[in-house]
């Protein structure tokens, strides 16, 4: 089992920017790929940054590339989402996956999640 505590949402006006972390507890973390989701309301899932066990492979949405960056401290057991540039289409509760298999950016492939934190952005 692996438990995964989001925090650093928040609200936050157009153009700002959000640091997510995501804290994970429980087997070796190094040995999973990571991921951060996000859902809006009456929106499907989508896999906004996602990084391999190394931090080798990173994967980025294209609504995001260029605004966020995906980060991992294996000695930490933490995963970081930076977020620049913050425009209102990135309002969305924010999710940490973790998978013990090679990156992807399919959720339902995902085995552990956390909670969430939501992220507003005012206009």
């Known amino acids: 089992q692996v438990q995964l505590v989001e925090s650093g949402g928040g609200l936050v006006e157009t153009g700002g920017s959000l640091r997510l972390s995501c804290a994970a507890s429980?087997?070796?973390?190094?040995?999973?790929?990571m991921a951060w989701f996000r859902q809006a309301p009456g929106k499907e899932r989508e896999c906004v940054a996602a990084?391999?066990?190394?931090?080798?492979?990173?994967y980025f949405a294209d609504s995001v590339k260029g605004r966020f960056s995906i980060s991992r401290d294996n000695a930490k057991n933490t995963l970081y989402l930076q977020m620049n540039s913050l425009k209102p289409e990135d309002t969305a509760v924010y999710y940490c996956?973790?998978?013990?298999?090679?990156?992807?950016?399919?959720?339902?492939?995902?085995?552990?999640w956390g909670q969430g934190t939501q992220v507003t952005v005012s206009s």
């Open positions: 996956a973790a998978r013990s298999a090679a990156v992807i950016t399919v959720w339902q492939q995902y085995d552990y």
């Open positions: 429980g087997r070796t973390f190094s040995r999973y790929a």
């Open positions: 990084i391999s066990w190394s931090g080798a492979t990173t």
